[in-house]
């Protein structure tokens, strides 16, 4: 009766992340044609549901992924070392800066916190490329749709920048045009001359940023290779350098 139950409930579960697999699917093909489309008019609505989602399809996905012991029971290897914790929150921070340029126009937006949106969610992509890396030893082949919501946050990471970019060009272009007195070249150097200095304060906030993260990691005895030990401290993942896991739940 109990094997029956279990049978029951593992089917069942299958059987939703077939349904998330469809979803995450579709929710890929419809962000792929919010990158081509000069407007969408639910392209925030899509991006979220692909953000929250794609995070219960990840988690599903990646915990029935894992390989199976010898007494039917499916081991769960930390992939980052829960001693470098901070780095959970360099996450967050990723998705709350993203989240603040999908919502909010660049005129809305101060330079400082747009260039800080922009680090973050910058940090956030070489976090998940380098995570990606990370669990590709342990990942069934049936089960590499999980690289969907890798791919996803890449592409609405690239996409939410692009646009934000775009509407800081309009920005300074609405600026040179309502001054009169500048010629055509004037306009030209002009409008140059403000891009490349927007984007070098993008660059310097962004390194300010990372010295800042490094420093906080310092702070709190983690030190400056903490975001590189939270890979390498674990067992049997693509950067361990252990063999056996030393964490198991």
Same mark, same amino acid.
């Given at each position: ?5 279990? $049978? ?8 939703? %992340? ?24 639910? $392209? ?23 390989? %199976? ?13 829960? $001693? ?6 360099? %996450? ?87 001054? $009169? ?69």
């Amino acid at each position: 009766m109990l094997f029956v139950f279990l $049978e029951f409930i593992i089917g069942d579960i299958f059987f939703i %992340v077939d349904i998330f697999k469809t979803i995450m699917l579709i929710l890929t093909i419809w962000n792929i044609f919010n990158c081509i489309a000069d407007d969408s008019k639910i $392209e925030n609505l899509i991006s979220s549901l692909t953000v929250l989602l794609g995070a219960v399809f990840y988690y599903l996905l990646f915990n029935i992924s894992l390989d %199976v012991g010898d007494n039917g029971s499916a081991f769960y290897y930390r992939t980052l070392s829960p $001693e470098y914790w901070l780095i959970d929150y360099v %996450v967050v921070l990723g998705f709350i800066g993203y989240f603040i340029l999908l919502y909010n126009k660049a005129n809305k937006l101060s330079p400082l916190l747009s260039a800080l949106s922009i680090g973050t969610v910058v940090i956030l992509n070489i976090f998940q490329i380098a995570y990606a890396f990370q669990i590709s030893v342990h990942l069934q082949d049936s089960n590499k749709l999980i690289y969907l919501y890798h791919a996803n946050i890449l592409l609405m990471s690239a996409r939410v920048i692009y646009r934000h970019m775009k509407e800081q060009v309009e920005i300074f272009r609405n600026r040179l045009t309502e001054n $009169e007195d500048h010629k055509k070249v004037g306009h030209i150097s002009n409008k140059i001359d403000s891009l490349s200095k927007y984007s070098l304060f993008i660059f310097v906030v962004f390194l300010l940023l990372v010295a800042l993260i490094e420093l906080i990691f310092v702070l709190l005895g983690q030190g400056l290779d903490a975001p590189i030990k939270a890979f390498t401290e674990t067992a049997d993942w693509k950067f361990s350098k252990y063999i056996k896991p030393p964490y198991l739940k």
